[in-house]
């Protein structure tokens, strides 16, 4: 009886230790999967704290950027308008003894958001100005986009047919005529052959009316002090119940021939390009094709670490005249002469002097005006 006693005992005595040993191995299991989810999570905190940004939400870094700018100018032969379009000169309307004004319109506000993802890195960005349209400071969109990896862009951005890196300085918000400036949605796939060759292709709306999609395509070559560009566009264009072919190419280089010096220059020509210049012209004139010839040439430089000094000038040569009114226009001409000084690190007073020149093509005869603009701008 004893023995019968004992054996139980035994076997319960096993039962329980095997148990224990099962219930210990369950522990040990799930104590390894949960440092495993630990040490993942801290993995991507890690990832996520090495991405710059002003702050996080998440997994992902919000960068917050922009300025506030405050700009005085002073026409002294025709108004011209916060934008100083040359465009404005020689019509009568706006022919002025002199004529003081001050804006705040070029100044920004930007969101840009960084991500980690399995299918690589997510950027997004949004960003605004107050070049409302009628002449109000109020909120206009400029850039609204999305990139996924190194390589595709979808939404609105600067046009791929534009040769953004070597657009000049101005302290007025158009700059020298002579070049294209545009932001349009599209959709963008870039990359790079290697050796500072780089390739961009684009899938764009028009800025203007059209029922097609514009084509463009860009390649680039770059290195530590000379830049050259060329960019090709295709599309259509309507006005007047006429239908036309819009093409283009843009030609651009830079050198840095010494430290702090800087040369630079764009080409464009084309057909219906008009709209995407910053004379603006017609793109289509008495239902022909408005060809247009336009380019920009700029010289700066770097005194000390605070001044930077810069001359910029641009043309635009048009086959067809576009009426701004009473007169009509084939020729813009334009000349920026501005000085930059940056007391801190995100504080620049600058000024600059215009020199604007147009002309009527029924008449032959030229205008010109005189504009000086002061600005201060603070960066965040």
Do not use: C
Not at 61 to 87: E, H, L, P, R, S
Not at 159 to 177: A, K
Not at 247 to 264: A, E, R
Not at 268 to 291: F, Y
């Amino acid at each position: 009886m004893k023995q019968v006693h004992k054996g139980r005992f035994v076997l319960a005595a096993a039962a329980l230790a095997g148990s224990a040993g099962l219930a210990q191995a369950d522990t040990t299991s799930e104590l390894q999967d949960l440092r495993a989810r630990i040490e993942a999570l801290e993995a991507e905190n890690q990832q996520a704290a090495s991405i710059p940004g002003d702050f996080r939400l998440g997994n992902t870094a919000v960068d917050i950027y922009g300025y506030a700018k405050a700009d005085f100018y002073y026409d002294f032969d025709f108004i011209q308008g916060d934008t100083a379009f040359v465009n404005n000169i020689g019509e009568p309307v706006n022919a002025t003894d002199g004529d003081f004004g001050a804006t705040v319109r070029q100044s920004r506000l930007g969101i840009r958001t960084t991500t980690e993802s399995d299918i690589g890195t997510l950027r997004g960005q949004l960003e605004f100005d107050l070049f409302a349209s009628g002449g109000r400071s109020e909120l206009r969109l400029r850039h609204a986009n999305i990139q996924v990896g190194d390589h595709w862009t979808f939404g609105q951005t600067w046009t791929n047919f534009m040769p953004l890196g070597q657009y000049p300085t101005s302290v007025e918000f158009n700059g020298p005529v002579g070049i294209a400036f545009a932001r349009v949605p599209q959709i963008r796939y870039s990359n790079s052959f290697g050796d500072g060759f780089d390739y961009s292709l684009s899938l764009e709306e028009n800025s203007s009316a059209s029922s097609d999609p514009v084509f463009t395509a860009a390649a680039q070559y770059s290195n530590d002090r000379f830049t050259a560009r060329i960019a090709g566009l295709t599309g259509t264009i309507e006005s007047g119940g006429v239908e036309v072919d819009q093409t283009g190419v843009t030609l651009s280089g830079s050198i840095t021939p010494w430290d702090g010096g800087l040369f630079q220059a764009t080409y464009v020509d084309g057909e219906a390009l008009g709209p995407l210049l910053i004379g603006v012209g017609d793109a289509i004139v008495g239902g022909q094709a408005n060809d247009v010839e336009g380019y920009t040439l700029e010289f700066r430089q770097d005194i000390g670490d605070k001044w930077n000094v810069g001359i910029g000038y641009g043309r635009e040569d048009y086959d067809l005249a576009t009426s701004t009114g009473s007169l009509s226009f084939t020729e813009l001409e334009t000349i920026h002469v501005n000085a930059f000084y940056s007391p801190t690190d995100n504080l620049t007073l600058s000024a600059e002097y215009i020199f604007g020149e147009r002309n009527d093509a029924a008449s032959g005869n030229t205008f010109d005006g005189d504009r000086v603009q002061l600005a201060v701008q603070l960066n965040f």
